[in-house]
């Protein structure tokens, strides 16, 4: 036997197995093919196939033996490069091994044509004149969609981040347009012509308050209230207004299941949701066609988990909408959940519909799989994880009538100047004594030397010499008992998460309305 040939190793076999004869046998050989795991097989030094076993069959969709005198070329397309021949023959002059994880990754084909990521790890053996590279191949499929699914997380982290910075900006500046011009729409005659433009502008600053919270979403910073909810229940309270949707001329199914189990969600969020698959799929279907919107209760395995960033096994309430659309391409579906990318013409949509279903998705814990062919059609799945408490009770409470007053002494402490003016402004109108500070010395030395005694602080939770938390806490050592409302673009939900405010601390998020800030300082003041 040669010393490096098939059967060659270190050591003698058991004597109860029959010594070397048994090793070098044609039958261990087939037996040790057709039980690995792994996908071999051997190339001559012409690129013919001489072995294959079962394994290497079944992943490129051939039956037993028929790869047998194949080219190599038919499994892997690549090797059809020019020099490849010269290559080929170099590597049987001096071969080398290339180990699993150091392996070539190539692109295999499948019989039908279909095409699949390999890696190759080569080996090579001779017996006398006999030579043969040795391929083993592992179908990398799962792993390059982990790949592709890391970057496309990283980059929707980042992306998010700059959108949730820029809502935060911009939420600023919406609140200064919106609050003046509501002081202007309050000064002017119903009958004044200018009275028509101050509308105008305060519809615009609205959509734009809609762009922002859609950003929020998107990056999970939004405010959102959460309760207990059943999927069908909402879905009952929403056909009507899906029907309106979509028109007359598609047709809508529900497909609910029954003891369908509970989910954590914000109720409008969700209605959100639905509402943006639902218009997504319409636009899908402009000759008609069929929307289908299912609930099941799920589990999902260890595998899904494993091949889905940022899952967890479980149990999970599934919302499945499906259309029979124009479908997307595989190009398409990597982009959809970016924000502004569109496939609208120019002018008929934001790119923020599903970008928002993808965030608030996430920010409940779930996931989003979709599942698109050009010409058959659309399937969104949505998991949402599965909670066990019963469904909240969705009874708003009732809402008080008229705008409060009150005459306490309130210290705004704000470094935008048009934040701050609005805020004084409207606290002044309403009857309440204000204290005006643009930094935190100022609003620390007013808190010191004010003889009246301050009845709450309102604050910026970000300002450049001291943070709203730190200015707070500084404030309320010097007057045990102040209460505090602080202020952010950012929302409630976003800088707790972040460890800037404490839970339990009262806040109000940009860009508000005078209505809640006027509720929320007599909210604030009535508090024991």
Known sequence: MAKDGVGSRTGGPPEALGGDGFWSSPEVARALLASASQ???????????????????????????????????????????????????????????????????????????????????????????ARAALA?????????????????????????????????????????????????LDRLSPLD?????????????????????????????????????????????SEKMLRRVIGEDLELHFVPQRELWN?????????????????????????????????????????YARTHLGVRPGSYVMLAVTDTGVGMDSDTKKQIFEPFFTTKPTGKGTGLGLSTVYGIVKQCGG???????????????????????????????????????????????????????????LLRRWGYRVLE??????????????????DLLISDVVMPDMSGQGLAEALGALRPGLKVLLMSGY?????????VLPPGRHFLAKPFTPEGLARKVREVLDER
């Open 39 to 129: 996908a071999i097989l051997a190339v001559d030094a012409e690129g013919r196939i001489v072995i294959a076993n079962a394994k290497c069959a079944a992943m490129f969709g051939y039956g037993e033996g028929e790869l047998i005198g194949l080219s190599v070329e038919e499994l892997v397309p690549e090797a059809r490069r020019a020099g490849h021949a010269r290559q080929r023959e170099g590597y049987f002059e001096a071969p080398r091994a290339r180990s699993m994880g150091e392996g070539l990754h190539l692109t295999g084909r499948r019989k039908d044509g279909t095409e699949l990521p390999v890696e190759i790890a080569l080996s090579f053996v001779q017996v006398g004149h």
């Open 367 to 425: 996931d989003v799989w979709v599942y698109s062919e050009p010409g058959v059609g659309t399937t969104f799945k949505l998991y949402f994880p599965r909670v066990l408490e019963p469904e909240s009770d969705a009874t708003p409470a009732p809402g008080a009538k008229g705008l409060p007053r009150g005459s306490e002494t309130v210290l705004v402490a704000e470094d935008e100047a048009g934040v701050r003016k609005l805020l004084c402004e």
């Open 263 to 303: 989910l954590r969600a914000d109720a409008a969020q969700l209605d959100h949701v639905i509402v943006n698959l639902a218009l997504n799929a319409r636009d899908a279907m402009p000759a008609g066609g069929r929307l289908t919107i299912e609930t099941a209760n799920v589990e999902l395995e260890h595998e």
């Open 193 to 237: 012509p200018l009275r028509g433009f101050a509308e105008e502008v305060l519809k615009a600053t609205d959509r734009s308050a809609a762009l922002t919270a859609q950003l929020l979403a998107f990056s999970r910073r939004q405010a959102w209230q959460p309760r207990v909810l059943n999927l069908n229940t909402v879905l009952v309270s």
């Open 437 to 454: 500070a643009e930094h935190a010395a100022d609003a620390l030395r007013m808190g010191r030397d004010d003889a009246h005694g301050i």
């Open 491 to 499: 929302t409630e939900n976003a800088v707790i998460r972040h460890g």
């Open 136 to 184: 083993f191949v592992t179908d990398i499929s799962g792993r390059k969609r982990l790949e592709e699914q890391v970057l496309q997380s990283q980059r929707m982290e980042a992306v998010g981040r700059l959108a949730g910075g820029v809502a935060h900006d911009f939420n600023n500046m919406l609140t200064v347009i919106a609050g003046f011009n509501r002081l202007i």
